[in-house]
């Protein structure tokens, strides 16, 4: 009776949970705020950068983010439109799928909601966890992301580390962490905090509608403080009668 409790309790766990545990990588929580317009323009520069080239954000349009980030068209067009030639276009990927799918075994998935599909934390910590393979020379590897299709396109700036291994009691082998073999551009504060910015741009890019909703609600909020001051003011015109 207990065995099949356990296993219905298994049974409830996401797999994804027991694949980041069996590779010994914790995930580190991520601060997200898609109010920080900052941080989401310095996030859409990587994306377009580092990450347009082979992902699309086919739902996302060029103008519509720079509304929304407070980015003029002429700024867009000069700064983060590489695939495109109308501020008005799609944010598609100029990469055919046949010939994605040829080079990387599986071609690079839009990633226009992938934050709603995989959360920000696993994004942040996606991005963190890339590791040079040492089973496969000149090949990478990911921690939380299991033998992926996709290169580390950000090494220039993370820097090269190598994943160092520990064997657990029951026998499996786990990361117990990483090396720096060769330093990036950014040091370890400066490169999460870039990661960050891009989850939180990716973040946005899966609810634009996030930014609207957040200055609605502070309108509702400030409505409800006015109203409950009426309120207050009518129950006691009320109660004065019954006491
Ligand atoms: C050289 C091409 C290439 C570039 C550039 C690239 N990726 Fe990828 N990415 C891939 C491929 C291929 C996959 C599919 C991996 C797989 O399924 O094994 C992938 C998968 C992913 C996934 C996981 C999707 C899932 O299945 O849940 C995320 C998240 C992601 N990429 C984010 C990014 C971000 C953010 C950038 C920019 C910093 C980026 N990628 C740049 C090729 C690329």
Redesign the pocket.
Known sequence: MKSVFLLFILALIPTSVLATEASGIKLEPVQIDVNDRASLQRGAR??VN??L???SAAYMRYNRMGQDLGISNEMVEQNLMFAADKVGELMTVSMPAKDAKKW?G????D?TV?SR??GPQW?YN??RSFYREEKWPGRWNNAV?PN????H??YGLQGTQRAVFETREDGTKVIAKFEMQQPGTMDKAEYDAAVRD?TNF?VYLGEPAKLVRYHLGLYVLAFLVIFFVFVYLLKKEYWKDVH
Do not use: D, G, N
């Open positions: 990587l994306f580092y990450c080239s082979c992902h990387f599986t071609p690079p998935p990633l992938i599909a995989r994004i996606y991005l992301f992926v299709a996709m290169p396109v950000l891009l990716l």
